[in-house]
């Protein structure tokens, strides 16, 4: 089985070809430059170097957020438009599931935290049986205080990593009552290469979709849209009263 | 991007796939020939972007990646081709908003790496002047030709397929974006260029003078923020003064300055370039009123002139499948770190 898989989330652009037990390649740049200019080229080049035949690919996998709105949709895009030309079904994965899987095996809780900005990161909490990987909190955006004060109730020693470990780290180090370190830099962002593994699991069990149906989820309304809720929620407390 | 002109190898009929995700319309289409159409399909968001009185940013680009692998599968179905019978895929990289254009650039190099096919990034607005040579098989360049839409109002004289010379070009506001915001101001909603021509044939284009802004340093520059200023304070005057106010008028006057002053530069342009055609496109292009007076200005000078169905006047797939194609001919070809340029100008390759 050969998974393609794609991440362009947040500042991170990854892209791998796993087959079975082998990554054949990993692409992943961490630099300023846009995804958009970055993520087909680097498929390009890795594609070249192991002279990747495009229709021996069973899916592709990508995150499919949260994370940056537009990255998501570059990410997106991508896979449903090779979707749609190579004729491959897609496998959308949870962003902070994929993070999460770079610490597979571990014995400690896994806490991936991405800067969502707006005083929220985007996280869940995980653990390891295993090569299996399971979410004690599933990927959700809360405030800081709100997934440390979680941590803290396990009460077990939890390995934090993401892009958002730089912005919560002084939080983390006063409040955090449970034993806890960041993940060195090789594992702490986003890799294609577990989006591509959690693909495979993923297709294993069937859960792929049309490239025509995969969206991206970004755990977030636009704020044209909250603001529109928001006003909705004024003027029905108004009448109420 | 390279040009290979002399590589191409020749061949009778050249089909490309084009997308186009600039605004808020999801679009793609088959063209055969550049001016053949055999599929033109168009998902609108309209409908969505009423509820906020114009178009969100990001809701436009959240709808099209819902939206484009169904606009573009139709697109094929309905033209009765696959992927492996293109030649070429094609896609609208600028100017336009730029998380929208991300959505469609992305959609396509993945399309054309996968399936191998060659890719051509289009400018948006060759794409609508472009939109004038489907219907008009006889047309070629050069001529004149006035591009208004919601977010451009330029007078360009193409001087070759793919050669474009901007003449003037709006210091502020869009033709169409005026008009939006004239029919904010007098209650008509969004999207407000269909709203204040149906209204303004109830009114008296002559009732009110609204100013018809020249710009000092540049003949054939557009301003439309002055009339529109002028409209609002004539509203808050009346409202000051307790007077009714007759808003067929006002949509009837507003229009008329503004069609007045695109006719005004066109036929001056007519006159110092000597050209014998001229051209209209873009979504304002669509008002009966503003093509009735170009059509009457035209024929009194002599000048043919052309205007594309309305279909083709908004934004769609076809006009930049047209635009692609002599492109293609020309040996355009994009790599795949092509990106979206929000603010592309005319003729930057």
Redesign the interface.
Known sequence: MKILGLDSSGLVASVAVVEDDNLLAEYTVNYKKTHSQTLLPMLDEIAKMIELDLQTIDAIAVAKGPGSFTGLRIGSATAKGLGLALDKPLISIPTVDGIAYNLCGSGNLVCPLMDARRNQTYTGLYEFCGKSMEALVSQCAVGIEEIITIVNTFERETIFLGDGVPVFRDYIETHCQVPFWFAPAHLNKQRASAVAVLGQQYYASGKVETAAAHRPDYLRLSQAEREQLEKQRQAEKGTSL | MKRERNKMEKKDNILILAIETSCDETAAAVTQNGRTVLSNVISSQIELHK??GGV?P??A??K???K???V??EALREADKT?EDMDAIAVTYGPGL??AL??????????????KKPLIGVHHIEGHISANYIENPDLEPPFLCLVVSGGHTHLVKVNDYGSYEILGRTRDDAAGEAFDKVARAIGLGYPGGPKIEKLAKEGNPMAIAFPRAKVADGPYDFSFSGVKSAVINYLNGCKMKGEPVVAADIAASFQNAVIQVLIEHAMMAVEEFGLDKFAIAGGVASNGTLREGMRRACEEKGVRFYHPSPILCTDNAAMIGTAAYYEYLAGTRH??????VPNLKLGQR
Request: hydrophobic content about 55%; glycine content about 10%.
């Open positions: 509820l906020y969100v990001e809701i680009s959240r099209h990646i819902e484009i692998n169904q573009i599968e992927l730029v998380g991300l959505v469609g650039v992305a959609e396509a190099k993945a399309i054309s790496f996968g399936a790599g795949w770190n092509l990106n979206a």
